[in-house]
């Protein structure tokens, strides 16, 4: 455990993942807040507090800017979680600090931008390259891995 705690390139893998994690967690927090100020919801049993049978229902409805935050945080789920899994290997490969550095660094604020570029909103092609700058450095990552490290 003591080794893994030397590897400099694994903890700002830690510490950049804890970033995008905090973001990841905050945009499902916003979409709560979305749901509850516009008083829109899902589920019949969320809107139970707000009345009963017909009253209810009117709740059971979708509105534009919670979409705009849910999908924002969907699209969170499906980058942020390969690069959590890539970028460990990554990490545990042994790859130059600085070159690693680049590789979390253009995520972090790849992912912080498009979310940006999404909820304000941003015209295209703001979010999509935002979107292209992560996925490129996660593939960047995988490429990495498969050419220099893993055996198949």
């Known amino acids: 455990m003591a080794d893994l705690m030397d590897n400099k ?3 700002a893998f830690a510490s950049y ?5 905090s973001k990841m967690m905050f945009m499902s927090t916003a979409t709560a807040f979305f749901r509850i100020t516009k008083k829109v919801f ?9 009345g009963k049978g017909e009253n209810a229902k009117k709740y059971l409805r979708t509105d534009e800017s919670v979409e705009r935050v849910r999908r924002a ?6 980058n942020i ?7 460990l290997l990554y990490s545990l490969s042994g790859p130059d600090l600085s070159t690693a550095l680049l590789h979390f660094r253009i995520f972090v604020g790849a992912r912080i931008y498009h979310t940006i570029a999404y909820l ?12 292209f700058a992560g996925y490129g450095v996660t593939l960047s990552m995988a ?4 050419r220099n490290k893993l055996y198949l």
Do not use: K
């Open 81 to 87: 979680v390969p690069f959590l899994g890539i970028g």
């Open 17 to 21: 993942a804890t970033i995008v994690v």
């Open 73 to 78: 945080h969907l699209n969170d789920l499906e």
């Open 9 to 11: 390139v694994l903890m």
């Open 143 to 146: 490429y990495s891995l498969l």
């Open 120 to 131: 304000l909103p941003l015209p295209q092609p703001n979010r999509g390259l935002a979107f």
């Open 42 to 50: 899902a589920n019949p049993e969320d809107c139970a507090s707000f």
